[in-house]
Structure formats: C-alpha cells, structure tokens
C-alpha cells in the first residue's frame, strides 16, 4: 500500500527522488513548471524572480535553496512550499536547478531590448532635488538581507529614503558625473537607472543572464556591462539606458570568455575589462557609439585588477593566487611582477602618500595579510600581519587611518585600524561580537565613516574619523556596501572605483 501510495505521488509529480536522473529529470521540470515558472521563468532565466541556473546561485548553497523553498523568503514575494511539496520534491527542485539546462540560454539583441523599460522618463521629471541635503554627501546603503536600498544623508547621518532593488545587486553603483542619477547592476543582468533628485526609477534594461558589474564612461554618456553569461561586453546609451552594441567577449582564436569586471579609466576615456577565461585585458573606447577594442595579453590569467592614479599602469592579481602583474597601459606590456600571496583582493585596493612616494595596499581572501607596495619602485615594502583575510580596504585623504575587515575565519567580527604612516595596525574594533563586521565608507570630508554589521539584524555604524569613537547605530538588514555620492564621483583616493 505504501509503495502503491508513493508511485501515485511519483506520477503527479509530488515527489521526486533528490537525485536527478535521466528517468526524474521529466518529472522534476514539471514540478518546476508547476511551481515555479510563473516567477522564475520557464526556461529558469528569471522574471518576477531571479534566474535559477548554477551561474547564478553561485552564493546560495543548496541546502539555502530548499531552506528558501520551504518557508518562502523574507521581504520577498518568495512563498512557503512546506504545506505543498514534500522534502524528496524540494530536494528534488534545489538539485535541478544546480544543473545546466539543456539548452544553452540566450540573451542577444531581441531580449535586451524587449527587457526595456522607462517607467519615468528622464524628460519628465523636475531637474532640482524634491528635499534639501547636501546632494554631494549622499550615501547609498545596500540592504542585501531584504534586497532594498536606503538613501543616507552623510550631513546628519539620517535616513531620507528606502526604495526596493533588483535581486542580488552585484557590484557597486555607479554615479552620473554631477551625481543626480545612480546606475545599479543586478547578478541577474538588471541594470536600474535611479533618479537621486525624485527618488524615481527612470530606466531599467536586462543586459544578460549573470552579469559581474557595470562601469560608466568618464563624461556619463556611455555605460558598459560585463557578462558572465552569456560571454559579452554590453554597450548603452546612459541616458535611457537603450542598447548600443553588443560585443563578443573572444579571442583570435574564436575562444569566448566571461567578463570578471569592467571599469572607466577616466584620463584615459576608456573602459578596462578583466577577461575570466582568457589572458587578454581590454581597453574599450567609444566613437560615435560604437566600441573599439585594444587588447592587452599577458602571461597569465587575471582575476582582478588595480589601477594607479593616473591610469597609466593596471596591477592585476594572477588567479594563481601568489602573485600579480603591473602591465603598462600604453605598451600593454608588463613590466614588473609582485609577489602577493593568497589571493589580493585588488578592486578594494586603495592608495596614499607615504614619505614622499604613491603606495598602494590591499588585502587577501586567502592569508591574514595586508600587502603595501611602492609605486614607483612595484617592491613590497611592508607586510602586515591581520587577524585573517580581508575583503574591503577603505581610507580617505583626509584621514591618517585604513581600515580593513577580517571578513574570512573566526575574528571575521574584527576590523583594524591603520596608521598610514607608521604603517602599523593602532586599533582593533569588535563592534558586534559574533556578527561580521565590513565595508567601511567616509562620507565626503573624510569626517566621519560608516561600518557594516553584515547580519539580516544589524546596522550600519557612525564613527568619528579621527577619534575612532562610535557616534551612532542604524539598524538596517544586512547591509553590505555604502556608497558616498562625492567620494565616488571624484574617485577618491580611499575608495574602491
């Protein structure tokens, strides 16, 4: 009787066997379908929710997913399944959409622009700001907990609004040059164009399936999205956000790769990407709207790149994991090799003057170190020693301190506090024993700076600049990046670009 009653749910496709086989795959897919295509999409490219293929889950785990399927997810239109599905059928749905779809997914020029969207205008909106701050020392507050972003003033530190963001935003947010409009891009390709002054979306376009960042040129007309899937460069007008060229991401050799990153190089009106799968960099410049490409290839493949202030030199971090290159950025040859153990986390590099000459430091995902290099010399002049690896490294001109998490291990609930010129560690701060503690932002005078605690009940944290005194706790959901609007725009030298 059992087994009669278990073939039965089988056949209506209630219960599934976790592990898919040439026999279930049929029956889960119909699940999927059932369920989950209506918000997920049919062919699991996304829609009201995100895709679901492996590119994209990359930072859930499994067990996450059927956790997620069962009790719904907090904050968003996710329902509950534990009254609908079995274990064996969520265990079954969490599986298949770890797998690659039989058909390789397409996202060309059809889907980008069926994807657009103005929901208002540019053109139809007022030109000033509807309340008074200083619009210049704005933060952006990313709340991935619950998927919102909360505008900041950096003046009193006060909440001026909180608005719903595409799922999973990837990356930072970009700036237009006078700082009125703010550009997010979304894990799953979404690019949204927010109107600062109206606290109104005004674009929005899809520009892929998996897209790493975005980047906007130095005069804010061009925008330039990187995809890991597909293998494409995407190239749009900024103003409405309206596709301008798409660009495959290949080698002479017809060999495709995935784009790790791009970025502006403002003195140089150019764009730089990272390649994933190919040791080729990009230069991409824009003329009339459309890219021209100047490749840069090097020894080895580049996870992540640094630039120096003037954009004359890239410093990238071999996917080895010991070391990194400095390549010269009018030759495209390298000319020096930096022994950087453990993985740099380059794009959270930062810059100072140090007795007379440019340094650079950076932490590392792998080793409990943060590395400082001379400039001018490429020689590592200090190593220091952390209470584990780092993610983001932070400072600002005006300060005489960097800061830097441990975001990996057991003290990721630690920061330190640099001197920038001793060059030694003069504090550590345990603001929430337990609870990550990260990213920190300075508002536009170096003043003040905020702290994340990355947990779905914690709080971004003021603190005094100078006297490294806690002033005040936000509570907010998880938030994970904040981003000063002058800091950005003018590529501050203690913020990442």
């Not at 003046?155 to 700082?179: E, Q, V």
């Not at 005069?219 to 597909?230: F, R």
């Not at 100072?352 to 340094?359: E, I």
């Amino acid at each position: 009787m059992q087994q009669s009653l278990k073939t039965l749910m089988l056949t209506a496709g209630l219960l599934v066997s976790p592990l898919i086989t040439a026999s279930t795959h049929v029956q889960t897919e119909a699940l999927y379908q059932e369920h989950c295509a209506s918000c997920h999409g049919s062919d699991r490219l996304g829609g009201m929710g995100p895709a679901l293929l492996p590119e994209n889950l990359a930072r859930l785990k499994k067990n996450q997913a059927e956790q997620a399927i069962l009790t719904g997810s907090a904050a968003t239109q996710m329902p509950a399944f534990a009254d609908t599905l079995s274990a064996e059928s969520v265990s079954a749905l969490a599986e298949f959409i770890y797998q690659p779809p039989a058909k390789k997914p397409v996202w060309g020029k059809a889907e980008i622009i069926a994807s657009h969207l103005l929901p208002h205008p540019v053109s139809t909106l007022p030109d000033k700001p509807a309340y008074d701050a200083d619009m210049m020392n704005l933060f952006l507050v990313v709340e991935i907990g619950d998927h919102h972003v909360t505008l900041l003033d950096g003046d009193s530190m006060a909440p001026i609004h909180r608005f719903a963001s595409r799922y999973a935003l990837h990356g930072g947010p970009k700036y237009s040059p006078d700082g009125r409009f703010v550009y997010f891009g979304s894990r799953d390709g979404w690019i949204t164009k927010y109107d600062l002054y109206n606290l109104k979306v005004v674009a929005e376009v899809r520009a892929g399936i998996n897209m790493r960042n975005i980047a906007v040129s130095a005069d804010g007309d061009h925008l330039l999205a990187a995809n890991y899937l597909p293998h494409t460069l995407v190239l749009f007008d900024s103003n409405n956000l309206d596709l301008l060229e798409i660009i495959p991401v290949e080698n002479d050799a017809g060999e495709s790769s995935r784009v790790s990153a791009v970025y502006a190089a403002p003195p140089r009106g150019s764009f730089i990407a990272a390649l994933k799968d190919i040791p080729e960099a990009w230069e991409i410049t824009v003329e009339n709207n459309r890219a021209r490409v100047r490749r840069m290839k090097t020894d080895t493949w580049l996870d992540d790149f640094f630039f120096d202030p003037g954009y004359e030199h890239l410093i990238g971090a071999a996917r080895d994991g010991k070391h990194g290159l400095v390549i010269d950025m009018d030759t495209g040859k390298t000319i020096a090799n930096l022994p950087l153990p453990g993985m740099p986390h380059l794009g959270s590099g930062i810059t100072w003057d140090y007795k007379g000459s440019r340094v650079m430091a950076t932490p590392h995902f792998r080793t409990n170190a943060v590395s400082i290099i001379d400039m001018n010399t490429w020689e590592v002049i200090k190593t220091l020693e952390t209470a584990g690896p780092g993610f983001f490294m932070r400072s600002h001109e005006n300060s005489r301190y960097a800061w830097v998490d441990v975001f990996f291990g057991p003290n990721k609930d630690k920061v330190h506090v640099i001197d920038k010129q001793t060059l030694e560690i003069v504090k550590t701060l345990q603001p929430a024993p337990g609870k990550v503690a990260a990213h920190v932002e300075f508002d536009r005078y170096g003043k003040k700076l905020l702290l994340s605690i990355w947990d779905e009940d914690g709080a971004v944290i003021v603190y005094n600049a100078d006297t490294l005194e806690e002033e005040k706790r936000i509570p907010m959901n998880k938030p994970s990046g904040k981003y000063n609007v002058w800091n950005k725009i003018n590529y501050e030298e203690g913020t990442s670009h």
